[in-house]
């Protein structure tokens, strides 16, 4: 089944400064990478997600890029701030498996310092 | 939209007792829900992924008679702990695919503590 790995397990950071989050996976079917943030007793709320035709997708603060060939995708938050922090997950799914099910990274927990 | 709610947002039982807690989606027809349970500091383990009117798939090292899920409908899913003890004490979380996306959304989560 899929693995994903995910790194740093914790990142602070200063307010203002750029944010990357990086994850590998292995299985080379998957097509879908969506990236969550979870603050502390909440849901997990999607952020930004990219699919395998696409090498990366912008969104203000928050990119992602995706290499397929070495399977890994990142998370980049440019301009970082304070209610940034919290723990960011990410996750791969593949087209073909039963349900479209997601297997999540180990998270990052991300500190930006006032 | 693609607005999930989950109930009860936090329960305390005794150990031996049974807990059911639903997941409903508000605003969409979810094809598929699927349950997660949360450690601290923890990233979230899949527990089952249900589909509506058919038996719920578990994975691997989830008990699926002590974790009792039923897919009533299209936008309802329960997950039933049997038997709770302290060790199933933990943080449940759903999620709903939606017939039009890869994306998962979900719930706010159910807090269990079984003492």
Redesign the interface.
């Given at each position: 089944g899929e693995n994903v790995e995910q790194h740093p397990s914790t990142l602070s950071v200063q307010e203002g400064d750029s944010a990357v989050i990086k994850c590998t996976y292995s299985d080379s079917a998957s097509n879908y990478f969506p990236w969550y943030k979870q603050e502390l007793g909440k849901r997990p709320q999607l952020i930004i997600d990219i699919r395998s035709n696409v090498g990366e997708k912008k969104d203000q603060r928050i990119a992602v890029t995706l290499n397929k060939t070495a399977k890994h995708f990142s998370l980049h938050i440019t301009e970082t701030q304070p209610e940034d922090s919290a723990v960011y997950f990410c996750a791969a799914s593949s087209g073909s498996n039963a349900g479209n099910m997601l297997t999540f990274g180990g998270g990052t927990r991300l500190m930006v310092k006032p | 939209g693609a607005v999930v709610s989950q109930h009860p947002s936090w329960v305390i039982c005794k150990s031996g007792t049974s807990v059911k807690i639903e997941c409903r989606s508000l605003d969409f027809q979810a094809?598929?829900m699927?349950w997660y349970r949360q450690f601290p500091k923890?990233?979230?383990m899949?527990m089952a992924?249900s589909?509506e009117g058919s038996k719920a798939?578990y994975e691997q090292g989830v008990e699926k008679d002590k974790f009792l899920i039923n897919h009533a409908s299209l936008t309802l899913s329960t997950l039933t702990v049997t038997s709770a003890h302290p060790e199933d004490s933990s943080?449940y979380?759903c999620s709903a695919?939606a017939a039009w996306g890869?994306?998962?959304?979900?719930?706010?989560?159910t807090?269990l503590t079984v003492l």
């Open positions: - | 094809t598929t699927f923890q990233s979230l899949l992924t589909n798939t943080f979380i695919r890869l994306g998962q959304f979900f719930g706010p989560g807090r």
